[in-house]
């Protein structure tokens, strides 16, 4: 078929060559994965082409685990929710990874934690012994960018002299005796 120059006869008065009538008659499923992939498509506009390839990659990766999610599981869902919670459960791992950072402003630490349904996080107590470093404080907004060596007692975060309250050991101890006896 390839290598002859045979011409289909149910073509009529067009004379097209019997490779050509083929693949007109099976190409319907690229016609469907190309209005698949206009749909919803993560390409943008680039002069790069290894970054067009890739997005073109996703675009037919997405379409091809949504039909084997729907094999697989029977569930029909629309394009644009299944590729709404595919999205959102490659970034799980990465967003609670990203919780591990002390930095994290506030705002985006309640953020991710809203999003991956995580209630409290988990504090891990420093390791005594190790060397500090200086790092952000844990209340102050991101563009203060405060660095700060000393440590919450109780909840481990950093803390900055304007989130630090000074007292001294004999009031501390008399708040503590007082505490007790109320």
Sequence with gaps: MHNQ?????????????????????TKG??????????????????????????FSLMNIAGINSQIIYREN?????TCRNYLRSLGRELAKEIMINRLAI??????LRSTIMKITGIKKQPTQPEQHGSVKERLKCAYCPK?????T?????????RICKEHTSTICKSCQTGSEEKSDSD
């Design 102 to 107: 002390p930095t994290l402003s506030i705002q």
């Design 149 to 157: 060596m000393v440590c919450c007692e109780l909840c481990n975060n």
């Design 5 to 25: 120059g045979v011409i289909d006869t149910d073509s009529g008065d067009q004379n097209k060559p019997e490779i050509i009538t083929f693949y007109n008659s």
């Design 29 to 54: 499923g690229v016609d469907v994965v190309d209005e698949l992939k206009g749909e919803y498509s993560v390409s943008r506009v680039s002069c790069r082409w290894p970054l067009t390839i890739l």
């Design 73 to 77: 599981t029977g569930n029909v869902i």
């Design 143 to 147: 563009n203060k960018n405060r660095k």
